[in-house]
Nanobody, 115 residues
Framework: QVQLVESGGGLVQAGGSLRLACRSS????????IGWYRQAPGKQRELVAI???????TYAESVKGRSTISRDNAKNEVYLQMNNLKPEDTAVYYC?????????WGQGTQVTVSS
């Protein structure tokens, strides 16, 4: 069973930056999709950014231009660099992995942006 462990969340002021990291227990080289979702209080979980095996990436419109997803397959890790953070970015950020028809979620890491 694949396990995902996130790190890098925390409290940051608006305009600041954070880098989230997710380590997979499975080799990520051939993984279909790996990336990040987030869930704010009272809201549904939403896509933030994903990276596909073919190298393509998708970003939510709300973070486009402010965030960069990258992966290091040698380390089985995926990262989310977030810049110019806004209070509306406050949420629990979950690492996500899709391999075949199997999805795996991490436990989540809290990101809080103060105004």
């Amino acid at each position: 069973q694949v396990q995902l462990v996130e790190s890098g969340g925390g409290l940051v002021q608006a305009g600041g930056s954070l880098r989230l990291a997710c380590r997979s227990s499975k080799n990520t080289f051939n993984v279909n999709t790996i990336g990040w979702y987030r869930q704010a209080p009272g809201k549904q979980r939403e896509l933030v950014a994903i990276s596909r095996r073919d190298g393509s990436k998708t970003y939510a419109e709300s973070v486009k231009g402010r965030s960069t997803i990258s992966r290091d397959n040698a380390k089985n890790e995926v990262y989310l660099q977030m810049n110019n953070l806004k209070p509306e970015d406050t949420a629990v950020y979950y690492c996500y992995l899709l391999n075949g028809v199997t999805t795996t979620w991490g436990q989540g890491t809290q990101v809080t942006v103060s105004s």
